[in-house]
């Protein structure tokens, strides 16, 4: 069945380094992929998206591009804040189902002053 | 800004008790679903809605039932609930045009 890998956490970065997470996924088809992030205490809100291969979904200088040839959806950051603390899911749909998301188990991100 | 509502967001009550999570959407989406997040913060779908008067079961089993009188509500009810309920509940809907869903700030439920 459909399924998504992200590495483990958790990440422990210094504000302004760069960061990646890695979010690789199994699917029949042609998911849609998806960066989704949960504040402390908060439900998720959805990042970025991609929809297609070579896709490059981006916001708050995050970015991912949808690689179909190596099934991969890689989350990266040029300069992380302190504010980007958070736990980050990758998750992928298929519009031919119920529609529902299949998530990655979540990476923790911390960063330090 | 999505405007999807879940209450409450904390809740602690003992074993034996029935309680109702309530999920409202404003935005006329007419797929509604139910995610469980345990404490390892993994999500899986429990409940789902393609609309009115539609519900089916997610993939991970659950004690828990659901309704859809109306599309903009989706409630979930624990008859009798047990410690082994104790997790996030988070609601989530999309418009069937498209894939992302929109997320509530979800319940969390605590049995002792």
């Known amino acids: 069945g459909d399924s998504v890998t992200q590495m483990e956490g958790p990440v422990t970065l210094s504000e302004e380094a760069f960061l990646t997470i890695n979010c690789t996924y199994t699917a029949t088809g042609y998911p849609s992929l998806f960066w989704y992030v949960q504040y402390p205490g908060e439900g998720l809100q959805l990042l970025l998206k991609?929809?297609?291969?070579?896709d490059k979904g981006s916001n708050k200088g995050f970015e991912a591009t949808y690689r179909k040839e190596t099934t991969s959806f890689h989350l990266e950051k040029g300069s992380v804040q302190v504010s980007d603390s958070a736990v980050y899911f990758c998750?992928?749909?298929?519009?031919?189902?119920?529609?529902?998301?299949?998530f990655g188990q979540g990476t923790t991100l911390q960063v330090k002053p | 800004e999505a405007d999807i509502y879940q209450t409450p967001r904390y809740l602690v009550i003992g074993t034996g008790k029935k309680i109702t999570l309530e999920c409202s959407q404003t935005m006329g989406h007419d797929k509604m679903y139910w995610y469980q997040q345990d404490p390892g913060m993994e999500l899986h779908l429990i409940h789902y809605?393609?609309?009115?008067?539609?519900?089916e079961k997610g993939d991970l089993s659950s004690e828990s039932t659901v309704s859809r009188i109306r599309t903009e509500h989706f409630p979930l009810t624990l008859e009798s609930a047990r410690p082994s309920h104790t997790s996030q509940y988070l609601c989530?809907?999309?418009?069937?045009?498209?894939?992302?869903?929109?997320f509530g700030p979800g319940t969390r439920l605590t049995v002792l």
């Open positions: 991609a929809t297609k291969a070579d």
């Open positions: 989530a809907s999309r418009k069937s045009s498209y894939n992302e869903q929109f």
């Open positions: 809605s393609y609309g009115v008067n539609s519900t």
């Open positions: 998750a992928l749909s298929t519009m031919g189902n119920t529609g529902k998301l299949i």
